[in-house]
């Protein structure tokens, strides 16, 4: 068995070494014995051993083998943990739900494949309770933010479609071993029973939000062509020449269920 890993750049290791931040996301998570939990990512298991005290059910989904032996050695008395060796990016979360408990999600996310992942999350919000991550504080950023700022786009539609999202704390790069060059931050995201807003047709949707954000200087006019036309936008009651990163969620709504009126 090896006593040590190497972190490696083709899977955006960072391995978190703050004792503080450690017990500050535990406490976040405020993991219940009887609860569902999913680690993705576990590394070096800074969160998965002290998760595992809670008597919960664990399943950690990694895709370095060296990490997965050195994890089953560490965890050898720990029945209620699972090991997956997988690709988040592929892996099917509905597989995990044999007891008919919703899964929390949890974990510090290789900052290289975080926002694809965000995505796939989504087809998985019906069986998840919630979700607390640690990511690139800019990714974070661009989650939160609001209309007619540099970093809304694409992604804070989406998410903040499906998700009540709140950021939590940021986290210094010294509380990782190596230090990663950038800032990170915590999050929690609480899928919506009902969405925020009505939305016809969930192709539709993503097809506007992607298309009218894919440049992001250019008008609505511009980025919408061959969706909706200038008077179809209007219809919406929006005017064509504005930009993306002008318009709320339910204007984004507006536009798509106008296109879905049309394709009908």
Not at 110 to 126: C, D, E, K, M
Not at 163 to 189: C, G, H, N, R, W
Not at 239 to 258: G, M, Y
Request: aromatic share 8%; with cysteine.
């Amino acid at each position: 068995m090896k006593t040590s890993h190497s972190p490696r750049k083709r899977f955006s290791q960072h391995f978190l070494q703050d004792d503080h931040i450690i017990q500050r996301i535990i406490t976040t998570i405020a993991p219940k014995p009887e609860q569902h939990l999913v680690e993705l990512g576990p590394g070096k298991g800074a969160l998965t051993m002290p998760l595992l005290q809670y008597d919960c059910l664990l399943d950690v989904i990694e895709l370095d083998r060296d990490l997965i032996e050195w994890l089953k050695q560490k965890t050898l008395s720990f029945k209620q943990l699972r090991i997956h060796n997988a690709d988040v990016l592929k892996f099917d979360f509905k597989q995990l739900v044999g007891d008919e408990k919703p899964l929390r999600v949890v974990g510090n996310l290789p900052y290289n494949i975080s926002t694809p992942l965000l995505f796939h999350l989504v087809n998985y919000t019906n069986i998840i309770q919630d979700m607390v991550f640690m990511l690139q504080k800019e990714v974070v950023d661009r989650m939160v933010a609001i209309p007619a700022t540099s970093d809304y786009g694409r992604l804070s539609v989406m998410l903040q479609y499906h998700f009540q999202i709140e950021k939590l704390f940021d986290v210094e790069s010294t509380a990782f071993y190596p230090s990663p060059k950038i800032m990170s931050s915590v999050v929690q995201l609480i899928p919506y029973f009902a969405p925020p807003v009505k939305i016809s047709n969930q192709k539709h949707f993503s097809q506007v939000v992607a298309q009218a954000f894919s440049q992001r200087r250019k008008t609505l006019r511009n980025t919408l062509k061959g969706l909706l036309d200038n008077e179809e936008i209007k219809t919406a009651g929006i005017e064509p020449q504005v930009r993306a990163e002008t318009l709320t969620l339910t204007e984004f709504a507006r536009l798509s269920n106008e296109l879905t009126l049309n394709k009908d």
